[in-house]
């Protein structure tokens, strides 16, 4: 880790110095009470070390759930069986013990490993960073689960009956990954809360930096080079309009509350797309559906296929995060990604829905949708409308990307960059 500084007073021998002694103090204060607050781990020697075996304990109880997950089906002879009530809750269990010990084994990675401390120094990551990439590792990993066994359901399924073949796989993963969601709706907020938490931070450093341009530069005009400070945006290309505010998922900037608390209920509230989404996700779509209804697999599998495009969204948050949007890796990533979820999740619905038309031999695609159960049909609207604004989403953050020069407001003259103070969040996102 870096020595500890204390911050500069502006007092150095000529502005350049002045300039130098600020940059490093800010570098030095962001990192120390954002960059993983493992203050013990830095003050013992012996500590690291104890620290590491936690990390890999951690994993240990990840890799031991998902595997008497599997032990438990093992026994099961026929892929037509049915998941009982006390083996479906016994499999829920283990995905909660699964999903949380997996996203403890990542943050004690970053947070209080040697290699963790290098690439968060590498990277700039703050608190809330780390907490974010953590999030997008295990709902990659989620996502491909979730593929990989609808696949699997898929190809045992689709050749004995579209409609009303079943596979025991199906309606295990069913009960498994609906912990993923309950426990995705606290990780989210986790996220959230620490990015207020790291902004007011951040606000704090920056009132203070621009008390010090006073001193060294004789005015201060809330702005640094000539433009306001810049803001951490989100996954899909937003940028906060001012100091006080953060970027969510979906896009939207969300002014933070003056004393800094976000309780969960007010998250809950204000997240209705994503709540809605998970909550039916974790509790109609892949419980009710798969253990009540008792077939219809084949079409089910479509919908767990729809993840293959997940890890492509999760890595482009990750690489956002860490600064690298100007990287080939994203710009590749982001046109795989924008391929992968118009194929997998704007395409399979009615791909499906045409199928399902066939197998029943109804007159049209439209005869087959107006024969479905009203329930059936509100049901499918929850999980495709989202979709479609998520799509939308993404393809404003890739004109964002490949139309940079249209999308910039109408600047008659940007200042030049000049040898003032750069401000803290400049330097987080390593544009020192």
């Keep these: 880790m870096q020595q500890r500084r204390q911050p500069a ?38 500590s690291g070390k104890a620290t590491g075996r936690g990390c890999y304990f951690s994993l240990a109880f ?126 989210m907020y986790k996220v959230h809360t620490q990015k207020i938490a790291d902004k007011l931070h951040l606000l704090r450093i920056t009132k203070g930096r621009e008390q010090g341009a006073v001193v ?46 976000w309780d969960f209920l007010k998250y809950v509230v204000t997240h209705p797309v994503m709540m809605i989404h998970h909550v039916f996700i974790g509790t109609f779509g892949l419980l009710v559906v798969t253990y009540i209804r008792g077939g219809g697999h084949c079409i089910y599998s479509y919908m767990f296929m729809m993840e293959f495009s997940t890890p492509f969204v999760s890595l482009r948050s990750i690489l956002s995060t860490m600064r690298l949007k100007d990287s080939r890796v994203y710009i590749a990533n982001g046109l795989l990604m924008l391929a992968t979820f118009f194929v997998c999740r704007v395409c399979m619905w009615p791909y499906v829905m045409w199928r399902y038309s066939l197998a029943i031999e109804a007159a049209s695609l439209w005869s087959a949708m107006c024969g479905l159960p009203r329930g059936c049909l509100i049901s499918i609207a929850i999980l495709f409308l989202p979709q479609l604004y998520w799509f939308y989403l993404m393809v404003l953050g890739a004109l964002k990307v490949f139309l940079p020069q249209k999308r910039r407001p109408p600047n008659a003259v940007l200042p030049a960059k000049s040898a003032t103070t750069p401000t803290p969040t400049a330097v987080v996102n390593g544009k020192n």
């Excluded at 498994?176 to 995705?184: E, V």
């Excluded at 433009?227 to 290309?237: F, M, Y």
Aim: glycine share 12%.
């Design 9 to 46: 007073n502006g007092n150095g021998a000529g502005g350049g110095t002045a300039v130098a002694a600020a940059t490093k103090a800010v570098r030095s204060e962001e990192q120390q009470p954002l960059l993983g607050q493992d203050a013990g781990a830095k003050e013992a020697g012996t």
């Design 62 to 187: 990840s890799i031991g759930s998902m595997g008497l997950a599997c032990g438990s089906l093992w026994q099961i002879p026929n892929s037509s069986d049915r998941i009982s009530l006390q083996r479906g809750l016994v499999l829920t269990s283990l995905g909660f013990i699964y999903f949380v010990s997996l996203t403890d084994f990542c943050n004690k990675y970053l947070l209080e490993t040697t290699h963790g401390q290098r690439f968060r120094r590498k990277y700039r990551l703050m608190m809330s960073d780390v907490l974010e990439i953590t999030n997008k590792i295990v709902s990659a990993i989620q996502a491909t689960f979730s593929f990989l066994v609808g696949l699997i359901v898929c190809k045992s399924t689709c050749t004995k009956s579209f409609v009303y073949a079943s596979h025991f796989l199906m309606e295990a993963y069913g009960w498994f990954g609906t912990a993923y969601f309950m426990y995705d709706i606290w990780s």
């Design 216 to 261: 060294s530069n004789g005015h201060a005009n809330g702005k640094v080079n000539g433009s306001k400070s810049p803001a951490s945006g989100n996954n899909n290309g937003s940028t906060p309009t001012n100091l006080h505010e953060i970027c969510d998922y979906d896009g939207a900037c969300v002014q933070i509350p003056k004393d800094g608390r």
